[in-house]
């Protein structure tokens, strides 16, 4: 490979970068420019409290908006000799205003909002606490990000705090926690994530349906005991109550969705329902092991409402996920090594891989509110999974170093083979996973107190049959070499049947007071939980403290603190081998969190920018390593470490009416495990701490959105990340501090789309103008065609007469460049 061939590349692809970079600069500046006439203003409840989530509409020509969570609200409006707005939002009158615009007039105008009942004061009051224990997601955001995955998940991933390095996956890390650390929601269920997933190809779809999608909250760390028994994240989904009769479809060359909406006319009884399919085919024909994929995800979700008075609501939220993945290989050409040693690995497979995921979920809710401070809800729900994972894949390979003589005759060309040999893949991986769970979950609003309590019962039985090993023959050597016998690289093997139950639950109030200028929010609980396998009684106590001076400027500071146990899954309890430690415990971690947020101006338009900073101590850990999604626990707690880090981020309307941010993080964690040693001429040597398997010290992300001045339904998407290298550990190193550097993460994905239809843009073709909305969508992504890494395949060879081998780390790359086109209607 010519090296001054890779820098000219590495020069073209960040001169790109740079165009795209001031083109989208040039947009901004020109956006920044307009001579419309704009109003402006924040809107308030009775007591001067801003209202988030406002509806503004400009009534003679449609335009709207709505206000952050600060209450200001920014609208354009042309020039007209009287406009009409209407301010609405639910638990408030609806206000009507008339003013008269000049061109190019900037108008403030403040609005109050009386409100409709006393007891939606109070939610707004607990709505005020929660503004920085959680970081929103707008829906709206969601549907404009370009998404290689499909997967809900690929907005979180541009939240600070949050780290993935792959597209093709949902799973993420946050703050220095593993994929296994991150509690999930949807309708207070708690969502299981598969078990035998290894990589981003195989895992599909992820639960969350995004067109169903009202509501969704995202904590990072030192989130409130309501909040279960995870050690890192929360993501709560809330799913839509319908309000209208209403229809979705959408496709692409990765898949397609389609859901449907309604609502009765006495508006007791509504429902929604969601089906999704997605092929990754099209992807994953760009990466360097050529053959033929046939991947297939199918998920079909629904919930049914009824409430038969204001007192009663019954619900009924059931899903069906089916994810195939069949691959068969057949040839594999990578280059790899350093600018001085170029090496090539050839190899010629044969076999197939055939993975099976299904699952499913019902979950059943009675809601009752005697008074209109007190609810009371009875959740029961069933969750049923089959995993089948199997392949034999047999590999030859050569290993060559090239010529990297510039000027050489045979440059790029093999001058040496280093390394042959054959590799044997084998896995019969079955898993039955059930559970059922019953909990009942109250709130109770009194003055200026919530106070909020659950008790949970939960059963679990797995099924594990599983079978794997590996063998590896290296130049007529069996790796690892054994004069007297052959000799397996890998094995493991599971037979295992266990039911456990856990019982959990907590309460905690959350109060708001005002003095010496400043409100005040405290929010203390406790939560509990005893699970009947390691007969462990937990008791995590949690409490958070928020303070908003009465300044002129908008700030808003806090600190938070808890005690967060994790009681171990299956994949924790069980070992390399297959085997079950009967004396696991439950790991432990300690936050400590202090932030801030500040709600500001500038260039006349609404940002906020959010900092926090925080140290976790953590124990009782479980030691693990990671190949690219699957995770391998020693199953032992023997390890102590920390986790600590900075996250910034900054959002706002850097372009008039569409929103944009920007997140950066800085982490570092690490752990000590308490009896590794290694001999070094006679003598003990202790590692110390050394890098978790998470430790990706810098992350960044972009997302910018623009529109065109005089064609505002034709927007541009712009989605950059960045994360800095990771340590990767040889599965064959009994060792956990004997890592190798991955390589950083860097992706640019663009997109563009234009609105053929909706309420303030009706079509010029009949046809089109009858549906509700209509969109059309153009995907770039990895725009740089930037090679990233997902893993390593680690190749084996017996290189001298010692017969002593030698290991090659041979990146996995991830995808190439692709186009992507996606239509979507409503009506």
Known sequence: MDRSYQHMCMARNINRFIVVIILVLIV????????????????????????????????????????????????????????????????????????????????????????????????????????????????????????????????????????????????????????????????????????????????????????????????????????????????????????????????????????????????????????????????????????????????????????????????????????????????????????????????????????????????????????????????????????????????????????????????????????????????????????????????????????????????????????????IDSAGYASPYSPTSIQLSSFSEAHNNLSFSRISGYLQDTYQFSSLNAKFYLNGGLRFNYWDFSKEFLVSPRVRFSIRPDWKRDFMFFIASGVYYQPPSYKEMRDLYGAINPDIKAQRSIHIVVGSDYNLLLWNRPFKFTSEVYYKFLDNLIPYKVDNLRIVYSAKNNATGYATGIDLKLNGEFVPGVESWASLSLLKTEENQKDDYYMDQGVKIYPGYYARPTDQRITFSLFFQDYLPNNPTLQVHLNLSYGSAIPVSPPSSIRYDQTVPMGPYRRVDMGLSKTLKDDKNPSSIPLINKLKEMKLSLEIFNLLNIRNKASYLWIHTVNNQENQSNEFAVPNYLTSRRINFKLAVKF
């Not at 908006?65 to 042309?78: R, V, W």
């Not at 403030?108 to 929103?136: G, H, Y």
């Not at 969704?216 to 994240?233: L, P």
């Not at 389609?258 to 509504?270: D, M, R, V």
């Open 28 to 471: 901004v500046m020109n956006a920044n420019g307009q001579s419309e006439s704009i109003v402006q203003g924040y809107v308030r409840n009775a007591n001067g409290k801003p209202i988030a989530s406002v509806s503004i509409v400009v009534t003679n020509n449609n335009y709207k908006t709505i206000s952050n969570d600060s209450g200001f609200y920014q609208i354009k409006a042309l020039p007209y000799k009287q406009l009409t707005l209407l301010y609405s939002c639910i638990g408030y009158q609806t206000v009507e205003k008339q003013i008269r615009l000049q061109l190019g007039e900037k108008r403030m105008l403040d609005v109050t909002l009386p409100l409709i009942s006393k007891d939606i004061q109070e939610v707004s009051i607990v709505s005020e606490a929660e503004r920085t224990a959680n970081q929103r997601v707008n829906m709206k955001d969601f549907s404009q990000i370009p998404n290689a995955s499909g997967n809900f998940e690929a907005i979180i991933k541009t939240l600070p705090g949050v780290s993935s390095s792959n597209e093709l996956s949902s799973q993420y890390s946050v703050r220095g926690g593993n994929f296994d650390e991150n509690l999930v929601y949807v309708n207070d269920v708690e969502i299981v994530r598969p078990f035998l997933i290894r990589s981003g190809q195989q895992e599909g779809l992820s639960f969350t349906n995004p067109d169903m999608v009202s509501s969704v909250k995202f904590y990072a760390g030192g989130f409130e005991a309501r909040y279960g028994d995870k050690m890192s994240s929360v993501l709560d989904v809330s799913y839509r109550k319908p309000m209208e009769n209403q229809y979705n479809l959408s496709t692409s060359l990765l898949g397609g969705n389609a859901s449907l909406e309604g609502i009765s006319k006495n508006g007791k009884f509504s429902y929604i329902g969601g089906f999704r399919y997605k092929t990754s085919q099209y992807l994953l024909n760009t990466m360097d092991v050529k053959g033929e994929y046939n991947p297939a995800f199918v998920d079909l979700q629904s919930q049914v409402i009824f409430q038969p008075s204001k007192k009663f609501e019954f619900s009924l939220l059931g899903n069906f996920a089916q994810n195939k993945y069949q691959f068969i290989p057949k040839t594999q050409s990578t280059n790899f090594g350093t600018y001085s040693q170029i090496y090539n690995l050839t190899v010629y497979y044969d076999g197939q891989e055939a993975d099976k995921y299904q699952s499913g979920l019902g979950a059943f809710t009675v809601n009752y509110k005697p008074v209109d401070n007190l609810s009371l809800k009875l959740i029961t729900s069933g969750y049923s999974s089959y995993e089948q994972e199997t392949f034999d894949i047999e590999g030859y390979y050569l290993i060559n170093e090239l010529d990297n003589s510039a000027g050489s005759s045979t440059y790029g060309d093999s001058i040496l083979n280093i390394g042959a040999g054959g590799m044997l893949n084998h896995a019969r991986n079955y898993l039955w996973s059930n559970s059922w769970s019953a909990s009942h979950i109250g709130t109770f609003i009194k003055d200026k107190h919530t106070i909020r309590w659950a008790l949970d019962y939960k059963n679990e039985q797995i099924k594990d049959r599983s079978k794997e090993w590996t063998f």
